[in-house]
Antibody, heavy 117, light 109 residues
Framework: QVQLVQSGTEVKKPGASVKISCKAS????????IHWVRQAPGQGLEWMGIINPGSGVTNYAQKFQGRVTMTRDTSASTVYMDLSSLTSEDTAVYYC??????????WGQGTLVTVSS | QTVVTQEPSLTVSPGGTVTLTCASSTGAVTRGYNANWFQQKPGQAPRSLIY???NKHSWTPAQFSGSLLGGKAALTLSGVQPEDEAEYYCLLYCDGAWVFGGGTKLTVL
């Protein structure tokens, strides 16, 4: 069955970077886009960007341009999201989600990132 | 930047019907906005319910339906059950970017 399994909880200091992974299984990795979405405590969902695992092409939300990098390792069926210059406002649960032709389907379980001095 | 607006909260009685809406600050929502709807319960990841305005996934319960209504995307729940109490989010594709609505907290009471 389709699964997106994310890496574990992270605790970072302000100014640091965090890299979260999303390992896909149960389908052809390069055939579906992967989005990253975050949710601050008690808040709504926020779209961060998308990567096409087949080509590596990315599109980032304007808010995160210059601070986020999405990459993939096709041999490991894994997508990575790197967020730099962290502040307390980046404390959130980060999700990866699969999409193709505007059909969003499966989500990862989420990764909690806490930014605290 | 497009702003997507949902009702912050709605209450419905068990067995009742409720419609949640999703509006865009840029104007009427059309099929071109490719509306998706998600359900999220506390402590869980979102679950996809509807894509491309009115299409259901194989796992989407029959009582959920999507549509366009009065220039907005809409999610209608019929025969509401207690387990439908959750936060519901819409997602629109606007000018090359995806934008989530703020979410609607649905209470079944």
């Amino acid at each position: 069955q389709v699964q997106l399994v994310q890496s574990g909880t992270e605790v970072k200091k302000p100014g640091a970077s965090v890299k979260i992974s999303c390992k896909a299984s149960g389908y052809t990795f390069t055939s579906y886009h992967i989005h990253w979405v975050r949710q601050a405590p008690g808040q709504g969902l926020e779209w961060m960007g998308i990567i096409n695992p087949g080509s590596g092409v990315t599109n980032y939300a304007q808010k995160f341009q210059g601070r986020v990098t999405m990459t993939r390792d096709t041999s490991a069926s894994t997508v990575y999201m790197d967020l730099s210059s962290l502040t307390s406002e980046d404390t959130a649960v980060y999700y990866c989600a699969r999409e193709l032709n505007i059909e969003w389907t499966y989500w990862g379980q989420g990764t909690l990132v806490t930014v605290s001095s | 930047q497009t702003v997507v607006t949902q009702e912050p909260s709605l209450t419905v009685s068990p067995g009742g019907t409720v419609t949640l809406t999703c509006a865009s600050s840029t104007g009427a929502v059309t099929r071109g906005y490719n509306a998706n709807w998600f359900q999220q319960k506390p402590g869980q990841a979102p679950r996809s319910l509807i894509y491309n305005t009115n299409n259901k996934h194989s796992w989407t319960p029959a009582q959920f339906s999507g549509s366009l209504l009065g220039g907005k995307a809409a999610l209608t729940l019929s025969g509401v059950q207690p387990e439908d109490e959750a936060e519901y989010y819409c997602l629109l594709y606007c000018d090359g970017a995806w934008v989530f609505g703020g979410g609607t907290k649905l209470t079944v009471l």
